[in-house]
Each structure stands twice: as structure tokens, then as C-alpha cells.
């Protein structure tokens, strides 16, 4: 048989495999190396994970964010972190900035939470600085118990990118600094609204010397004219502190992250 007929045919199985456990997967082209995902929502509550939620998964496929939001319209985009089990969807509620502090992505009564942003930042991913949060439980777990995994300099040198899928957009960031601060609110603190405020968010990350931060070589000069994203977790038994994972914009797929600075 020619290759070309067996390739047709290898397509057609994973397209029936696709239909088979309900979800739409479009292919992409990659030359980055991603982990295996099981594609299947975790059918231990114990374990708190969302890897696989409603049949999807970031690995190498746009999300069906038509079936995501049948379940939840508050549900926008999907980050993706290779190595780790961070791979879920992203939410801003209408009601408050800590709904999804206490209810899961379906929107369901849950101390795990889910992964969110606060109603300053756009969904549109075109601030400054966009602040995602999620959880990390008393047992090491959640879902964003895997950025601690950042505060070992060997890991944050090994893992370069963020993966945020938008409907029509495909995102990649690439991470340059990974480091515990005052568990403060960095949409509070700064306003990122205004070029002064980007600039001192900068200032006082870069200007920090904790021996414990790590900062990616090449990475010295982000300005408030770039696009970031701020993941922060913190540990229940210390509530004083966070861990944050901040990575700065590299790949817009659709070309259309673009936004004004008031100075």
C-alpha cells in the first residue's frame, strides 16, 4: 500500500477515535516536545485535577471551545504547561473576582477551585501584565500546584513555555522568572493600566535580588510594551506568601494581541 493510503487511513481511525470519546481535535504542527496527556476527565475527586476536563487536552490540538462553553460560558481560554499537570481551562466570572476560588470550572461548589482571572484583566489576553490564579492543596496538590515545581533552577531552565489557547488564537509565552512574594494582589498593587504602573511591577521584579528567584538569561529587558502573564499559587499553610511564574509573550498565532498604554 502507498504511503499516502496509509496515511489517509491512519487520519480516518483518529477522527472516529475523536468523535468516539466526544471531543473535536484540529492538529497542529509543533516543534515542541509536550508530554502525553490521558484526554480523559480524572474520575478521582480526590486528586482535584481538571487534566482532560469534558474530554480535551492541549497536547498537540486546538480546543473545541463551542463544547467547552456548553458547559460553562465562562470558560475562555486554556493554559498548557509541558511537564506539568497544569493543562485546564481558564474562567472570569460575571459574579466576583473569587467565585472561582471556591467552584470548579463546571461552575459546581468546589474547594479546589479553578483557574481564573480578575474582572480588571480582558479575556482578549491584550493587558499588560494578565494575572491567572489557581490552588494548590494541602497535600501538594491542585491545579497550579506545578508552578512550585519552577523554584528549582534546574525545571525553570529545562521549561521554557506557556501554552494559552483562545478561541482562533493560540498564544505562547515563554517563562522568565519564577519566584515566592508577599501574598498581595498584583492587580491591586499595580496598575497596569498606565505605562508608571507596568514599569514599577518591573522594577520591583527585577530589582528583588532573592538569592531564590530564578530569571531567565536574555530575558533582563521586558519593558511595559510587552504582553506578560502572572501565574500565582500559594500554599495553605503559608497564607503570607505566593509563588508566582511570570512569562512574557513570544508567538501570537492570529496576530491580534495589540492594545493602547496611557502614560
Not at 509543533?30 to 480526590?46: C, R
Not at 501574598?183 to 511591577?201: A, H
Not at 500554599?235 to 496611557?262: P, S
Request: with cysteine; net charge negative.
Amino acid at each position: 500500500m502507498k504511503k499516502a493510503g496509509k496515511a489517509a487511513i491512519l487520519l480516518l481511525l483518529l477522527a472516529m477515535a475523536c468523535v468516539g470519546v466526544g471531543m473535536y481535535v484540529k492538529m497542529r504542527g509543533t516543534t515542541t516536545s509536550k508530554e502525553d496527556f490521558a484526554g480523559s476527565t480524572d474520575s478521582d475527586p480526590g486528586t482535584r485535577r481538571i487534566q482532560g476536563f469534558a474530554g480535551e487536552s492541549a497536547e498537540d490540538a486546538s480546543i473545541d471551545f463551542a463544547a467547552l462553553k456548553k458547559i460553562n460560558p465562562e470558560i475562555f481560554a486554556w493554559v498548557h504547561i509541558p511537564d506539568t499537570d497544569i493543562d485546564c481551562p481558564v474562567l472570569q466570572s460575571e459574579q466576583s473576582d473569587v467565585y472561582y476560588e471556591s467552584h470548579n470550572a463546571r461552575g459546581e461548589e468546589d474547594d479546589a477551585g479553578a483557574v481564573y482571572i480578575e474582572l480588571a484583566n480582558l479575556k482578549s489576553m491584550c493587558d499588560f501584565n494578565t494575572v491567572l490564579h489557581g490552588k494548590t492543596g494541602g497535600e501538594a496538590d491542585g491545579l497550579f500546584a506545578d508552578l512550585y515545581r519552577f523554584a528549582d533552577p534546574a525545571f525553570f531552565e529545562e521549561h521554557e513555555y506557556v501554552y494559552v489557547y483562545l478561541d482562533g488564537n493560540l498564544l505562547t509565552y515563554e517563562i522568565f522568572a519564577a519566584y515566592e512574594r508577599e501574598n498581595t494582589s498584583l492587580i491591586r498593587t499595580y496598575d497596569f493600566t498606565y505605562l508608571s504602573g507596568c514599569r514599577q511591577f518591573l522594577s520591583d521584579l527585577y530589582g528583588n535580588r532573592d538569592r531564590e528567584k530564578n530569571v531567565r538569561k536574555g530575558w533582563e529587558n521586558v519593558s511595559a510594551r510587552h504582553y506578560i502573564i502572572t501565574l500565582t499559587t500559594r500554599k495553605e499553610e503559608n497564607a503570607k506568601r505566593q509563588f508566582v511564574v511570570v512569562a512574557v509573550l513570544v508567538e501570537d498565532a492570529a496576530g491580534v494581541i495589540n492594545r493602547v498604554v496611557a502614560e
